[in-house]
């Protein structure tokens, strides 16, 4: 898979009376084109801010993006884009599903004006076929009778259904990437697995890469071809899904996987990750798992450590893989 968009060195950070809040500290990855990468952490980690920041929706100030930050995509850094090109990148390269529908969807307008007027907004098309286009949208992610719907509010709409129309109003105009931000938090787990199933359906037709965020490891296990896992603002591992689920290397992703249930472990006691993470307004110099870390060392409070390759394309940030904390571990 060729490579579709780089995230090199993304700092954010804003600015409150209390001081910089570093919300994202460093983080770099690569997201491959018709792929799914999954980015998972816990609140608070930097992840939707990672995804805000990838579709210019930072509002600066009280934001700040770090001058030494870049977002590659097509051969150019977003980042420097004019107020003109981001309105013809957001919707037609690259749009987003929010986890909270309605308070995404506007509750005075029709469905099918707000799936349309991305159609108006991107396309060539006029009002009647910018209409056909939501309609058929609407019908492909599942809404039953989808003419009846377009006339419909949002409140007439179950959470599920809610969701398929985020999803249809994303996908209509056929951008390159889906940010999906957390998109079945708020349904319970059937209404879930269907929602994750119709994302893979509609990638794997439109070739779509998607940048699933979440919290839950869980849901992304069938679905994601890399994962990223962030802690404090910064990533801490990163290789495929299996790679992270059958060979976690930093500690924190392996309190993540203690933490969810897994059909593939037969019985299992699940363990939560105690403790908090670290503030972000002062951050620590070594590595930020280290309060909460059972394999902790005395380095690890002074120093942050470096990416240690762990496989192919699998890396961990953690001293455990320094060559001379191997040495002794054999
Ligand atoms: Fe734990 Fe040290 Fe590794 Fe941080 S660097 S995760 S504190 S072992």
Redesign the pocket.
């Given at each position: 898979m060729s490579k579709l968009l780089e995230v090199e060195n993304l700092r954010v950070s804003y600015h409150s009376y209390a001081g910089e809040v570093q919300a994202v500290r460093g983080v770099s990855f690569t997201a491959d084109e018709g792929g799914t990468l999954a980015v998972v952490g816990e609140s608070g980690c930097g992840k939707s801010v990672t995804a805000r920041s990838i579709m210019g929706l930072i509002q600066t100030p009280p934001g700040e993006i770090k001058a030494d930050s870049h977002i590659w995509y097509k051969g150019k850094d977003i980042l420097d884009y004019t107020e003109k090109e981001w309105r013809a990148y957001r919707g037609a390269e690259c749009s987003i599903i929010f986890q909270d529908a309605l308070a995404a969807l506007n509750p005075t307008m029709k469905i099918g004006r707000q799936i349309a007027e991305n159609v108006l907004l991107h396309g060539s098309a006029d009002r009647k076929q910018a209409w056909t286009e939501a309609e058929n949208m609407l019908g492909m992610v599942g809404i039953p009778e989808p003419g009846k719907r377009m006339h419909q509010y949002p409140h007439e709409f179950s959470g599920g259904m809610r969701q398929r129309v985020m999803i249809a109003a994303a996908l209509v105009c056929g951008p390159k990437i889906v940010i999906a931000d957390e998109p079945t938090t708020a349904l319970d787990v059937t209404i879930q697995a269907d929602i994750i199933q119709l994302l893979k359906k509609l990638q794997s037709e439109r070739n779509t890469t998607v940048l699933l965020i979440t919290h839950d490891l869980g849901i992304v296990a069938d679905m994601a071809d890399k994962i990223i896992v962030m802690y404090a603002g910064e990533v801490v591992e990163e290789g495929t899904a299996s790679d992270i689920f059958y060979h976690p290397g930093?500690?924190?992703t392996k309190a993540l996987l203690k933490a969810v249930p897994r059909l593939d472990m037969g019985e299992q006691e699940l363990t939560p990750v105690e403790g908090a993470p670290p503030d972000s307004i002062h951050p620590p110099e070594g590595?930020p798992?280290?309060e909460r870390?059972e394999?902790?060392?005395c380095l690890?409070g002074h120093r942050n450590?470096p990416a240690y390759t762990l496989g192919r394309g699998h890396r961990a940030s953690?001293?455990?893989y320094h060559p001379m904390a191997q040495s002794r571990r054999e």
């Amino acid at each position: 898979m060729s490579k579709l968009l780089e995230v090199e060195n993304l700092r954010v950070s804003y600015h409150s009376y209390a001081g910089e809040v570093q919300a994202v500290r460093g983080v770099s990855f690569t997201a491959d084109e018709g792929g799914t990468l999954a980015v998972v952490g816990e609140s608070g980690c930097g992840k939707s801010v990672t995804a805000r920041s990838i579709m210019g929706l930072i509002q600066t100030p009280p934001g700040e993006i770090k001058a030494d930050s870049h977002i590659w995509y097509k051969g150019k850094d977003i980042l420097d884009y004019t107020e003109k090109e981001w309105r013809a990148y957001r919707g037609a390269e690259c749009s987003i599903i929010f986890q909270d529908a309605l308070a995404a969807l506007n509750p005075t307008m029709k469905i099918g004006r707000q799936i349309a007027e991305n159609v108006l907004l991107h396309g060539s098309a006029d009002r009647k076929q910018a209409w056909t286009e939501a309609e058929n949208m609407l019908g492909m992610v599942g809404i039953p009778e989808p003419g009846k719907r377009m006339h419909q509010y949002p409140h007439e709409f179950s959470g599920g259904m809610r969701q398929r129309v985020m999803i249809a109003a994303a996908l209509v105009c056929g951008p390159k990437i889906v940010i999906a931000d957390e998109p079945t938090t708020a349904l319970d787990v059937t209404i879930q697995a269907d929602i994750i199933q119709l994302l893979k359906k509609l990638q794997s037709e439109r070739n779509t890469t998607v940048l699933l965020i979440t919290h839950d490891l869980g849901i992304v296990a069938d679905m994601a071809d890399k994962i990223i896992v962030m802690y404090a603002g910064e990533v801490v591992e990163e290789g495929t899904a299996s790679d992270i689920f059958y060979h976690p290397g930093h500690p924190y992703t392996k309190a993540l996987l203690k933490a969810v249930p897994r059909l593939d472990m037969g019985e299992q006691e699940l363990t939560p990750v105690e403790g908090a993470p670290p503030d972000s307004i002062h951050p620590p110099e070594g590595c930020p798992f280290y309060e909460r870390c059972e394999s902790a060392m005395c380095l690890c409070g002074h120093r942050n450590p470096p990416a240690y390759t762990l496989g192919r394309g699998h890396r961990a940030s953690c001293w455990l893989y320094h060559p001379m904390a191997q040495s002794r571990r054999e």
